[in-house]
């Protein structure tokens, strides 16, 4: 069988909404090149064993590449001036997009099974969860938490700087008795992180029946079925408990949306985990968080992104 490579230069700040543009026209996974994450990854030497550097594109120079593929077909045509055609209107919601270039090139199955696979290597994402694929073989060390990964069907393989500052959150901030609520939780891989580092109770929802199915898989596959449930909804829509920390790593405007809502969630000394957030929204973000009956606790950035800790006003006990 032939497939099409679908390629498109984009920037850090737009990788997840392009991303979102191939998963509706029927992909069923990506492959993100950033230069922002091997940046980062710079600025913390011992990360580097994990990273080839031989893989870094030239294409880096000019900003994310996002990567996807689908079967040749009669509405093949269609199905990319569409994805085009979506990539040119993503500025009308105020995103930048770079060069917004779509290409294309033919590969056949054999490669295009095998050939994403070197881009995805084990990788330290907190103070000791370690995101490891399942084909790699790796020596845990003594203090590393092990969460196994297939980003096959993708929505979210740990490596992005969200995912990171979400996990050194939950690391911190997880205890051996604690609920958690992880909204639109994608791969699960929060939902799992916070299992491996002791919560009680996990409930992990998103609203695409692929992401829930990929998640449950991924539970399964690190083994925390007794502590983590996934379950398919609109952010808070199926909950009615409260938890000792909410964690959700989407976008600005869903945390806007979620904030008027997030004090019937949480106990009283909870911590709500937001991230997903570019910079330039951060002070946006805070503004609803605080109208909303919330205190700041912290705001971490890591590059082009921030993550925002807060509390019920009156419970902060940093």
Excluded at 46 to 66: H, Q, T
Excluded at 119 to 134: A, D, H, W
Excluded at 186 to 197: E, P, T
Excluded at 250 to 271: E, H, N, S, Y
């Amino acid at each position: 069988m032939k497939w099409i490579e679908i390629s498109i230069k984009t920037t850090t700040e737009a990788v997840e909404a392009v991303a979102n543009i191939l998963y509706d026209a029927g992909v069923s996974g990506v492959a993100i090149e950033d230069p922002n994450d091997f940046l980062l990854l710079e600025q913390n030497n011992k990360d580097w064993d994990y990273v080839d550097e031989a893989l870094l594109s030239p294409d880096f120079a000019e900003g994310a590449l996002v990567k996807a593929y689908l079967p040749a077909s009669a509405d093949l045509v269609d199905k990319i001036e569409l994805i085009k055609e979506s990539v040119a209107y993503l500025p009308e919601y105020g995103l930048n997009i770079g060069l917004g270039e779509v290409t294309t090139i033919e590969v056949s199955e054999e490669d295009w099974s095998t050939s994403w696979k070197q881009y995805y290597k084990p990788i330290k994402i907190g103070k000791n969860i370690l995101v490891k694929p399942t084909w790699e073989d790796y020596q845990q060390q003594a203090d590393e938490l092990i969460i196994e990964m297939d980003p096959g069907m993708a929505f979210g393989t740990g490596t992005h700087e969200t995912t990171m500052m979400c996990v050194m959150e939950l690391e911190e901030r997880v205890k051996e008795n604690s609920t958690v609520f992880d909204i639109g939780c994608g791969s699960g891989i929060l939902a799992i992180a916070a299992a491996k580092v002791g919560a009680k109770e996990v409930v992990a929802i998103d609203l695409d029946l692929v992401a829930v199915e990929v998640a449950k898989k991924n539970v399964v596959e690190n083994h925390v079925e007794a502590t983590v449930e996934v379950v398919h909804g609109d952010l808070m829509d199926k909950l009615s408990a409260k938890a000792d920390v909410v964690v959700a790593n989407i976008i600005a405007d869903i945390i806007i949306r979620l904030a008027k809502d997030i004090k019937q969630f949480l106990k009283d000394d909870g911590v709500f985990i937001s991230s997903g957030i570019i910079i330039d929204k951060v002070e946006q973000v805070k503004e609803s968080l605080e109208e909303n009956g919330l205190e700041i606790v912290k705001v971490n950035k890591m590059g082009e992104w921030a993550a925002i800790v807060s509390k019920i006003k009156g419970e902060i006990n940093e």
